[in-house]
């Protein structure tokens, strides 16, 4: 048998200091994870749980690659996030589980239509046309996570060379194993898994010819160029 057609490439991410490359099978996100900018989106941190949606994985842009602005929007917001690499998975995981599954960290960006966002907000919609668009996920190099300590870090983004985002992990109101633990009670979470954890205060709308840069303490830096949609 072949293929009706050619199948696309799998989507695969560099490794810092390696050959290797990091194939993605899925990537799963969490929202409203800093109480600060919970706050910012008009909730309570207190009374607002997490929430998971999830991006295909030909939404991401590696390389520090231009991206292209987005169709249907007037209001592209950026949200610098560490993004979390499986190495491995499962289904009902405990803590002690969680540091063996994780194998590496990234930093990412949750490009989001707001606009879209919020009209589904209100409609009680899914979030998908909002945040699973085409190129709507950078991610840098992975690092991988052997003495790497994200319970704590310096995270920022700017934006044409001005601090749009400053803040630290340690102010994530899930860490890095709860979420997993919580994902893993839904999924069964496999290697090439990516998780992205969620965003500080900060967030605002972007134009065509910005340029965006972000880093997170440990774990690396992405800076790429904001450009005029597709044509076609
Ligand atoms: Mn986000």
Same mark, same amino acid.
């Given at each position: 048998?072949?293929? $009706?057609?050619?199948?696309?490439? =799998?989507? !695969?991410?560099?490794?810092?200091?390696?050959?290797?490359?990091?194939? %993605?099978?899925?990537?799963?996100? %969490?929202?409203?994870?800093?109480?600060?900018?919970?706050?910012?989106?008009?909730?309570?941190?207190?009374?607002?749980?997490?929430?998971?949606?999830?991006?295909? !994985?030909?939404? =991401?842009?590696?390389?520090?690659?231009?991206?292209?602005?987005?169709?249907?929007?007037?209001?592209?917001?950026?949200?610098?996030?560490?993004?979390?690499?499986?190495?491995?998975? #499962?289904?009902?995981?405990?803590?002690?589980?969680?540091?063996?599954?994780?194998? #590496?960290? #990234?930093?990412?960006?949750?490009?989001?239509?707001?606009?879209?966002?919020?009209?589904?907000?209100?409609?009680?919609?899914?979030?998908?046309?909002?945040?699973?668009?085409?190129?709507?996920?950078?991610?840098?190099?992975?690092?991988?996570?052997?003495?790497?300590?994200?319970?704590?870090?310096?995270?920022? $983004?700017? %934006?044409?060379?001005?601090?749009?985002?400053?803040?630290?992990?340690?102010?994530?109101?899930?860490?890095? /194993?709860? =979420?997993? %633990?919580? $994902? /893993?009670?839904?999924?069964?979470?496999?290697?090439?898994?990516?998780?992205?954890?969620?965003?500080? !205060? #900060?967030?605002?709308?972007?134009?065509?010819?910005?340029?965006?840069? !972000?880093?997170?303490?440990?774990?690396?830096? =992405?800076?790429?160029?904001?450009?005029?949609?597709?044509?076609?």
């Amino acid at each position: 048998m072949s293929f $009706l057609f050619q199948p696309e490439p =799998i989507i !695969a991410v560099p490794i810092q200091g390696s050959q290797q490359l990091y194939p %993605v099978r899925r990537i799963y996100c %969490v929202g409203q994870n800093y109480s600060d900018h919970v706050r910012e989106m008009g909730g309570d941190p207190k009374q607002t749980p997490p929430v998971f949606f999830s991006k295909p !994985a030909n939404a =991401i842009v590696i390389n520090n690659q231009q991206v292209h602005y987005p169709p249907a929007t007037k209001n592209l917001h950026y949200e610098v996030e560490l993004v979390v690499a499986l190495g491995s998975g #499962g289904l009902d995981l405990n803590q002690n589980d969680v540091q063996a599954c994780v194998f #590496g960290y #990234g930093v990412g960006i949750d490009f989001t239509r707001r606009d879209l966002q919020l009209a589904a907000k209100q409609g009680g919609k899914p979030w998908d046309v909002a945040k699973g668009f085409d190129e709507s996920a950078p991610l840098s190099a992975l690092i991988p996570a052997v003495g790497i300590d994200c319970s704590r870090g310096h995270i920022w $983004l700017s %934006v044409n060379g001005e601090i749009r985002q400053d803040a630290d992990l340690s102010e994530m109101i899930w860490s890095v /194993s709860d =979420i997993v %633990v919580h $994902l /893993s009670t839904l999924f069964a979470l496999k290697a090439g898994d990516l998780i992205f954890t969620g965003t500080p !205060a #900060g967030v605002s709308a972007v134009s065509a010819g910005d340029q965006i840069k !972000a880093g997170i303490a440990e774990v690396g830096e =992405i800076e790429f160029e904001l450009v005029a949609p597709r044509s076609c």
